[in-house]
């Protein structure tokens, strides 16, 4: 995986707007509801790999199912690395406006930056969010690489606790 950070000179290399923020003291949101719900229709379908340390890693396929204006459905599946199915696939609704929340930080410990990702499912300009905490008095970082011009889930996100990975998930596949 290549990953370049560029420069705030380019036309497209706005940051987020300000109207995004859903609260006061956090940082704004790379979509709003209405375009995570547009760019979520029913049939898109994501495939991302999820890696947590001592343990194998595993894919999560995700499908957008049964959209409302208000709401979105789900259906997901969990494959081994040879893409056998693991349990029963799952589903779940939530509103647009939940899904959003899901990338609002305290503007305090967000720094939202441009950057360029690359993964399996291709090269991507991005938003990339550097958000710090603390978890059991350990320091927690979390980077969420959200590419522009695909709404949703950050399309590379990585949780570190105390300087090491304890979660990283990278999108490899996206049907529309």
């Known amino acids: 995986m290549a990953l370049v950070m560029v420069g705030l000179e380019a036309a497209d290399s706005k940051l987020p707007p300000d109207g995004n923020r859903m609260k006061k003291?956090?940082?704004?949101?790379?979509?709003?509801?209405?375009?995570?719900?547009?760019?979520c229709p029913d049939g898109r379908k994501t495939k991302y790999k999820i890696e947590i340390p001592g343990k194998p890693f595993h894919y999560q396929i995700t499908?957008?199912?049964?959209?409302?204006?208000?709401?979105?459905?789900?259906?997901?599946?969990?494959?081994?690395?040879?893409?056998?199915?693991?349990?029963?696939?799952?589903?779940?609704?939530?509103?647009?406006?939940?899904?959003?929340?899901?990338?609002?930080?305290?503007?305090s410990r967000t720094k939202i930056e441009n950057a360029s990702y690359t993964t399996a499912a291709g090269a991507f300009d991005c938003w990339y969010y550097h958000v710090t905490g603390e978890k059991d008095g350990k320091p927690v970082i979390s980077?969420?690489?959200?590419?522009?011009?695909?709404?949703?889930?950050?399309?590379?996100?990585?949780?570190?606790?105390?300087?090491?990975?304890?979660?990283?998930?990278?999108?490899?596949?996206?049907?529309?």
């Not at 003291?25 to 760019?39: K, Q, S, V």
């Not at 696939?89 to 939530?94: G, I, K, N």
């Not at 990585?158 to 990975?165: L, M, V």
Request: aromatic share 12%; glycine share 6%.
């Open 143 to 176: 980077k969420y690489y959200f590419a522009k011009k695909l709404p949703g889930p950050p399309i590379y996100f990585i949780q570190e606790t105390d300087g090491s990975p304890t979660f990283t998930m990278t999108l490899v596949e996206n049907k529309q």
């Open 25 to 39: 003291d956090h940082a704004p949101t790379p979509f709003t509801a209405e375009e995570i719900r547009l760019g």
């Open 63 to 107: 499908t957008f199912v049964n959209a409302t204006p208000e709401t979105a459905g789900f259906e997901m599946t969990t494959l081994d690395k040879d893409g056998n199915t693991i349990g029963q696939m799952q589903t779940a609704t939530a509103t647009w406006s939940e899904l959003q929340t899901h990338a609002s930080f305290p503007q």
